[in-house]
C-alpha cells in the first residue's frame, strides 16, 4: 500500500447529530462503520503490515521509553526483559502501561519512514473532515488538533487505569478508532471505564472500524492481554485538543 493508495474519508452516511446527542447525555460514544468497508480494511492491513513499531513502556520514575526495533535488539533480549519485568511490578501499583506504539506526531513532525501510509493518516486526523467530527460531536467548538498514536496491544500488554486531562489541560476528549476483529471479551484488552470506587461503569471490547469518543474526566483503564488471546488488538488513539494549532508536544 503505497501513500497514494487510499482516499481517506468518513463514511458519508454518519448521523453526527445523534451521535452528539448521545454525547452530550453520556460523555462516551462509539460510532460504528466510521469509515466506508474499503477504507478500513485498507488502515487495518496499514496497521498489520510492516509498520516500525515502538515498544513503550514507563521508566522507575513514571516516565515513557520507547525502543525502536534497532534499540531493542541493540539493548539485548535479557535487558528488556528486565526493563519490562520492572514495569509490571509497577502495574501492581497501579503505574504505567507497556504495549507496542508508534508516535504518529512525531514520527511525522520528524520524517520517519518516508512515504509510509501512516502518515496520510496523520494528515488526515488533524485535518477539516476529522477535527470538525471531533467538534460536532464533543460540542467543544475550539479543537484545534488532534495527537495520535498507532498502538498493538499484544499478549500480555496493558495500560492501568488513568485519566487524560494532559500536561496543560489541554485536552477536551479521547479517541479510540479500533481495528480488531472477532475480538472475544476473554482475550482482555477491554477499554473499562471506572467509579470513584474503582468499580466497573460501563466497559468496550475492541471492534473493527468503531470510533469511540469519551470525556477525558473519566477513569478508565485497558486490561491486560491474555496469554491465549487470538490476535492483536489495534488501534489509533489520541486526544481532541483546544491548544493552539501551531504549538508541538
Known sequence: MTSDALTLRLNPALDLGRYAEIYARRGIVQ??????PAVAEAL???LAGPLPWRLLMTDPDDKPIHFSQAEAQALGREKLDALAKDALLRARQNRGYLYYTYPMIEGYLRGWDP???????????????????????????????ADAHATAYHPGHYLTRH??????????AAYVLGFSRNWQPDWGGLLLFLSEKQDVTEGYLPRFNVLTIFDIKYL??????????GGV?????????????????
Open 44 to 46: 487495518e492491513r496499514m
Open 163 to 172: 485519566l487524560d486531562y494532559g500536561d496543560d489541560h489541554e485536552r477536551r
Open 220 to 229: 478508565h483503564t485497558v486490561t491486560q492481554v491474555s496469554s491465549f488471546a
Open 115 to 145: 512515504g509510509h501510509p501512516i502518515h496520510q493518516v496523520t494528515e488526515f486526523i488533524n485535518g477539516p473532515e476529522f477535527l470538525d467530527l471531533g467538534r460536532r460531536v464533543t460540542g467543544v467548538v475550539g479543537v484545534t488538533k
Open 31 to 36: 460510532i460504528p462503520d466510521i469509515f466506508e
Open 233 to 249: 488488538r489495534r488501534s489509533i488513539t489520541g486526544w481532541f485538543r483546544d491548544d493552539p494549532a501551531g504549538r508541538v508536544s
